[in-house]
């Protein structure tokens, strides 16, 4: 069993503590955050749970193993390299940090001490997501040609980062996560802010990725629409997965344009293909828990986890050339030169 804290208890801290609290491979001992209130919430909940104010009360723990970092993005980097010189396995709720400099400072760190670096990247432990993945790696959608994502909603407005930070990750983990071995190039991207000056609510970001693959985001919490879509285009199938579906989550879709060797003597190569829509039975289970569980995995095991801080790494650069982008009006920024 592994010895577990967490750090922050504000809007995800909950979900958190909840699973590490109900797994029987971990043993949750200390939640610490800065507000008493609500460490009053925890300790209702959770009796046996100690609760503390200050970071170094739990880092200087002995009987911690793990800590899990679930406090606001900006401090991330400073928490989590605490905890790692403090000889304490890592998982940090995404993004990893706010800069690349200092994302790559924590992967240094966690292999100079053969420790644990993990980065909450939720949806690469949805079961749809799994799915889809192996859809792609069965060859069944053929080569992926583009994919896009939608992340809308009416709220919840931030003041201390933009819509491109605070819901980009998800998506950006999920693509890369989908193409395997593609890699980002270029990143172009354009948002405004029409709440908070200088707080981008709406943003569009293109990514050109290796082999000429394409990926569009769009994230909004400036939106009448609830939605969290992804396309996937490949040059056989295509498939959609809908988080906003109850029950059918994915639909594949036997769809494309191609080469129809009856119609070649009349000068027309190419034909439009419409075939059935596929809606696949798939098991559902709370990506939470999967990713909590794959955590106390990776502890045990010693294995690399799936998001680790490498994944993290690449997503933080991904976002710091999208700023960068946004910040110049649209100007395609080289994710190499990040």
Not at 21 to 45: A, E, F, R, Y
Not at 237 to 256: C, L, N, P
Not at 280 to 302: Q, V
Request: hydrophobic letters at 40%; aromatic letters at 6%; one cysteine or more.
């Amino acid at each position: 069993m592994v010895n577990v804290g967490v750090i922050g208890y504000g809007y995800w801290g909950p979900n958190l503590v909840r699973n590490f609290m109900q797994m029987p491979q971990s043993n949750l001992l200390v939640c610490c955050d800065l507000s008493p209130d609500n460490l009053k919430k925890v300790k209702l909940l959770y009796l046996d749970v100690s609760v503390t104010q200050e970071v170094d009360d739990l880092l200087n723990n002995p009987s911690i193993d793990a800590v899990v970092v679930a406090s606001s993005a900006v401090t991330h980097y400073e928490i989590a390299k605490k905890a790692l010189l403090a000889k304490k396995h890592v998982m940090v709720e995404k993004p990893l940090t706010l800069s690349s400099d200092t994302a790559r400072d924590l992967i240094n760190i966690a292999d100079k001490e053969g420790l644990t670096l993990m980065v909450g990247h939720l949806l690469e432990y949805h079961p749809a997501v799994e799915f889809v993945k192996g859809l792609i790696k069965s060859g069944e959608l053929g080569d992926i040609l583009y994919l896009y994502t939608q992340r809308l909603n009416l709220g919840q407005v931030r003041k201390d980062e933009n819509a491109l930070w605070s819901l980009a990750p998800h998506d950006i983990s999920i693509i890369f996560y989908l193409l395997g071995d593609k890699e980002p190039v270029e990143v172009s991207a354009r948002g405004e802010s029409y709440i908070t000056d200088g707080v981008e609510d709406v943003v569009f970001c293109s990514i050109s990725c290796t082999d000429k693959v394409m990926a569009h985001i769009h994230v909004s919490w400036l939106d009448p629409h609830k939605t969290r879509k992804l396309t996937v285009v490949g040059n056989k199938k295509m498939a959609v997965f809908d988080d906003m579906e109850s029950a059918e989550k994915v639909r594949i879709y036997d769809k494309g344009v191609g080469a129809d060797p009856d119609y070649k003597l009349y000068g027309e190569d190419l034909t439009l293909r419409f075939g059935d829509i596929t809606i696949p039975s798939i098991k559902m289970r709370e990506p939470l828990r999967a990713e909590c569980e794959h955590f106390i995995e990776s502890i045990e095991t010693g294995k690399r986890p799936r998001s680790d801080g490498f994944d993290g790494l690449r997503v933080v650069k991904v976002l710091e050339a999208a700023q960068k982008s946004l910040k110049s009006g649209g100007k395609p920024i080289k994710v190499a030169e990040v």
